[in-house]
Each structure stands twice: as C-alpha cells, then as structure tokens.
Antibody
C-alpha cells in the first residue's frame, strides 16, 4: 500500500512563503506522475500542479503560475511545493496525489491571513 | 479548459435505493493514447478523497461492487445500486485527459 504524508502547512501572512512536502513510501515513486490538489474550506477540489516522473516537466493552474513551484527528489521519494507571494485565496488543505488518483495523502492545511 | 459539470449537486437517497450521478465534460476526454481518463472520487466527511472508479468503469481494489461507472466521450455516470449508510459524502468526477486537469463541482449524497 502506498503511503503519502504531507507536511509544512501553517499560518502565513499575505505575501509570505511556505514550502510543502510530501513523503512517499511503498511504491516506485520515480515511475509516477505526482500532483498537488487543494481544497478551500467548504469548497470543492482544485488541481494545482503536476510533475512528470523524472521531474522534466511541470504544469500549473493559471492562478498559481509564477508563484508556486513543484519539484521532486526521486532519491528521497519526496515531492515539494514551494509557495511564494501567498494570497488569502490560497487558503486550503493541500493534498499530494500519486498518478491517476489511486493514492492521496491526508493533507496539510495552509492558512493565509493577516 | 475542460469544464466538468455534475448533476445533481445534492442527492437525498433512501437506504437500499439506487443513486445516480451525472458528469458531463465540455469536450471529449478521449486522450491521444485512446484511453479516457475520467475517474470518480468519494470524499467522506473529514477525510481525504478516495478514488472509486478509474478510466470510466474500472473499479478500484476494495471498492464494493454496488458502485459502477459508465459513459464515453463527454457523458459519464456513477451508479450506486443500493445506497448504504457508509456512502454518505461528496462525490467528484475528475478528468486528467487534458491540462489543466479538472474536477466536477461535487455531488453531496445524503440519506433521507
């Protein structure tokens, strides 16, 4: 069974930065697309970013382009999301997801507020 | 961008009765490799999403056979043959055939 564990969430002021991490175990991490998905309080799911298995390509939803960077370290089975210039509307639970959605983490909460 | 439209958004169901959720995409979800990357997710209250169905109709391991997915192109359906109490939650369709990938708005299933 694949385990995904997110960390790094917290409270940050508008304009600030956070770095989220996702530790993966129990799978061939380096073979899988990895994704970040978020869910604002009481709202639906929103795709944030994808990264190819070898890290050679990254894809972002328009609302985070230029502010967020997805990366991975296949040697450490680790996925990251560097979030800069955070806005109030980035407040959400952030999930990492493997491949086509068979595995999700429990999420980490990001709150952007002054 | 592909817009995913679910209906209904609220679904009150009597225990033991069937339920059906529709998901329509604004363009075909058939990918260049011939596969259709349309999945169905369940999110129980306070939990992470869980995938039930992959590529339109493939039930994930451990998912009860009362859940089934059908459809093609732009029109998809999730059916629950007999709703049980543990089925309470929000159901999402999800497409990853076309970037940006997207979700439906969610359908909240509740027991009457």
């Amino acid at each position: 069974e694949v385990q995904l564990v997110e960390s790094g969430g917290g409270l940050v002021q508008p304009g600030g930065s956070l770095r989220l991490s996702c530790a993966a175990s129990g799978s061939t991490f380096s073979n899988d697309w990895m994704r970040w998905i978020r869910q604002a309080p009481g709202k639906g799911l929103e795709w944030v970013a994808n990264i190819k298995p070898d890290g050679s390509g990254q894809y972002y939803v328009d609302s985070v382009k230029g502010r967020f960077t997805i990366s991975r370290d296949n040697a450490k089975n680790s996925l990251s999301l560097q979030m800069n210039s955070l806005r109030v509307e980035d407040t959400a639970v952030y999930y990492c997801m493997r491949g086509g959605g068979a595995d999700w983490g429990k999420g980490t909460t990001v709150t952007v507020s002054s | 961008d592909v817009v995913m439209t679910q209906s209904p958004l609220s679904l009150p169901v009597t225990l033991g009765q069937p339920a059906s959720i529709s998901c329509r995409s604004s363009q075909s979800l058939v990918y260049s490799d011939g596969n259709t990357y349309l999945s169905w997710l369940q999110q129980r209250p306070g939990h992470s999403p869980r995938r039930l169905i992959d590529q339109v109709s493939n039930r994930d391991s451990g998912v009860p056979d009362r859940f089934s997915g059908t459809g093609s192109g732009t029109d998809f359906t999730l059916k629950i043959s007999r709703v049980e109490a543990e089925d309470i939650g929000v159901y999402y369709c999800m497409q990853h055939s076309s970037w940006p990938h997207s979700f439906g708005q969610g359908t909240k299933l509740e027991i009457k």
